[in-house]
């Protein structure tokens, strides 16, 4: 057993009228042994997650949090590849389909007519019901890469009256404009047809006026026949376009 031993300088005050030495000590004496250095440990209850229960919460939040927004990403992603996947087989659908149709058409030709036309022989006709000035008519047929009717034969305009409404006018490709024959009944096709006498229907005491360069096909009330009436060319009235019928070959 050892026993610490304390030494202390000791001064003592001269004073005069002291009574004898005194047993109190300076105050920066200590009156111990010196304390052995201890190690500077934290406390148990020092740790701020067990000493804060708010940052276990706020942890546990985050987490919850983290495990939606994963959850979240995860479903995304799976309806994501699912549009994905129902996207491209309908591409691949739709692609077969195309080569199935085109495998079908390489072996066809056809000479067809565009949507609304009537076919008839090799050509296309168009009943444009709008009422316009025979310029602005043959105008309107150029702008569907066609012309203005040119009757070829009986059978052709006996096909087209049938879609005629026996109250209307309609322009047809014939007129008399050329500038320097006046009055001399020059007729012309719109294509440039020759024009021949021996296939022309004209109404009973038509052509008549010499100013009624144009002409339309009607229907006469006295003779309950279709036929051609010429008239002033400033006149509006329904028309009738032609066309050669488009050839596809594949
Ligand atoms: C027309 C003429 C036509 C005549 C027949 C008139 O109203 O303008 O083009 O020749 O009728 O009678
Ligand atoms: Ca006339």
Redesign the pocket.
């Known amino acids: 057993m050892t026993t610490e031993i304390t030494y202390a300088e000791v001064k003592f005050k001269n004073e005069s009228n002291s009574s004898g030495p005194t047993s109190e000590l300076p105050d920066h004496i200590s009156k111990f042994p010196e304390a052995p250095p201890t190690k500077m440990t934290r406390p148990l209850n020092s740790n701020p997650i067990n000493s804060n229960p708010g940052i276990i919460k706020l942890l546990v939040a985050a987490l919850l949090i983290f495990i939606l927004l994963a959850i979240s990403f995860l479903i995304a992603l799976i309806v994501v590849s699912q549009e994905h996947f129902r996207a491209s087989s309908e591409l691949e659908e739709i692609s077969r389909k195309i080569k199935e149709e085109s495998n079908r058409g390489s072996h066809r030709n056809c000479s067809c007519c565009p949507k609304h036309w009537k076919a008839f022989g090799s050509s296309c006709y168009f009943i444009s019901v709008e009422e316009k000035t025979w310029p602005e008519s043959e105008k309107n047929c150029s702008a569907m890469q066609a012309h203005l009717l040119v009757v070829t034969t009986k059978e052709e305009q006996n096909f087209i009256i049938q879609s005629l409404d026996t109250k209307s006018e309609y322009y047809i490709g014939l007129h008399d404009r050329t500038s320097n024959t006046y009055g001399r009944r020059h007729w012309n096709w719109v294509d440039q047809t020759p024009y021949n006498e021996s296939a022309t229907f004209w109404d009973s005491?038509?052509p008549?006026?010499d100013n009624?360069r144009c002409v339309v096909l009607h229907f006469h009330t006295k003779t309950n026949k279709w036929g051609w009436?010429?008239?002033?060319c400033d006149q509006r009235h329904k028309s009738i376009c032609k066309m050669t019928k488009i050839y596809f070959s594949a």
């Open positions: 005491g038509e008549n006026t009624e009436n010429d008239v002033i």
